[in-house]
């Protein structure tokens, strides 16, 4: 409650809260003509906010109303019985997964949070039910099979969607990879430099220049060529294939040799430095884009209205992170620029990389941030997670219409700091997602039907 009590806080917190009660307000609330209007400027100066602003729901601890829906009901998981692992052993990793999985916002927030989290708790699992053993895979396709269904209840139970993955009981079992025993791994890996690289990882390094990511590859390389006559064919596709199932296994290696909690993380910055280097949002040919402003030099009514409509539509689709944006940015002008559009558009338009995300009234849009996010649950506030909502950072229009030398690494296209009002203002980690849900519920989700 300190974060609404503080109508003085700087635009950091102030506006994370916004957010969401402008999005729910348009659902909750009175037609907008009732309200105050929220204000257009001087954000970076102590605003003071009209309570008719804010939307009506009850104070913690009161029974919601029937317009707020209730969080999934947990239940007991019924197991196969057939995977000889005891869960209880990474209870931890289980609930911290259940969370970023959590039902109504894993559509939202798969990219990013849900499915790094699940392969990183996949390659964990790997790791601890083969410990006592000296293979570092499940062999046994069937048991395979068994564990993960056990994998996906267990995590069902706790109320968790991790159907918005593409991972399968396959990943289990090292696939088409040649060296799959310890023994032979430790024989063939130089194992004392990949723990040595992979033991601490540095998230604002890693990206640029890599240590760990290397040295697994170079591993894995090392164990797919192993016996090559016998076991690798010619076939590019299938090169890559062994490649990929061999990373699998290192990483099962590094899973036996690392604390839970420090495999998780390394593998969660190693999975944010994969996801921050593509945009994943999908763009339609922007036809009428295109035809609106092709010829413009100047603010344009009819361009500006067919960007932001074009826009408007492909933001609704998940959350991103802010190097995403910077990405996504560049894909959709270099489309445009591909079309014809050479004047800068977004800077003609006002378009700010929050305008990728979901946005509430076109004002404010929430970017997560690029380095490892988790999405935590509360007893008391419901489910968080922190977005970069500080700073208003104008979309870069690209120089030409290819992608081809794009990278985020080069000194100019570096991000401003990051925001730390999680830590100034200790009342404010975050978004309190309890009217998330309510945005999920009531106004995201309907528009995906």
Known sequence: MDCMKGATLVKGCLWAHLFLFTICSSKLLPPSSELVSLP????????????????????????????????????????????????????????????????????????????????????????????????????????????????????????????VCSFTSGNLTGGSCPVKDINTFERTVNTTKLLNACSVIDPLKEC??????????????????????TNINTNTNTNIDVLSDCKGVVYSWLSRKLPSEAADSAFRILAACKVNKVCPLEFKQPVEVIKACRN????????????NSYIAGVQRQMLITNRQAIICASVFGSMLRKGGVLTDVYELCDVDL????IQAYGEEGCLLRSL?????????????????????????????????????CAPEMSLPALPTSHTEYPGCKGFLLDLVIIVIALFILPLNN
């Open 208 to 229: 640029c220049r890599s240590v760990c990511q290397p040295a697994i590859v170079e591993a894995a390389f090392q164990i797919s060529t192993f016996e090559t006559n």
């Open 296 to 307: 413009v030099g100047a603010p344009s009514p009819s361009c500006c209205s067919s960007l």
């Open 354 to 357: 929050k305008d990728f995300s």
């Open 372 to 408: 490892p996010a988790d999405i935590v649950y509360d007893n008391s506030s419901g489910f968080s997670f922190t977005c970069d909502l500080s700073d208003n950072i104008a979309a870069p229009w690209p120089s030409s219409s290819s992608m081809t030398s794009f990278s985020l």
């Open 40 to 163: 257009s400027s001087g954000i970076f100066e102590p605003i003071e906010i009209s309570p008719s602003v804010l939307p009506h729901y009850p104070f913690l601890g009161k029974t919601l109303p029937p317009m707020y829906p209730s969080f999934p009901k947990t239940y007991k998981p019924v197991l196969t019985g057939k995977c000889p692992f005891n869960f209880s052993s990474i209870s931890k990793l289980i609930d911290k997964t259940a969370s970023d999985c959590s039902q109504l916002l894993a559509p939202l927030v798969a990219n990013v949070i849900c499915c790094p989290q699940f392969a990183s708790s996949l390659h964990i699992f790997q790791g601890h039910i083969t410990k006592k053993s000296d293979v570092l895979v499940v062999q046994n396709r069937t048991m395979a099979d068994d564990c993960f269904k056990d994998i996906v209840e267990v995590l069902s139970s706790k109320g968790a969607n991790s159907s």
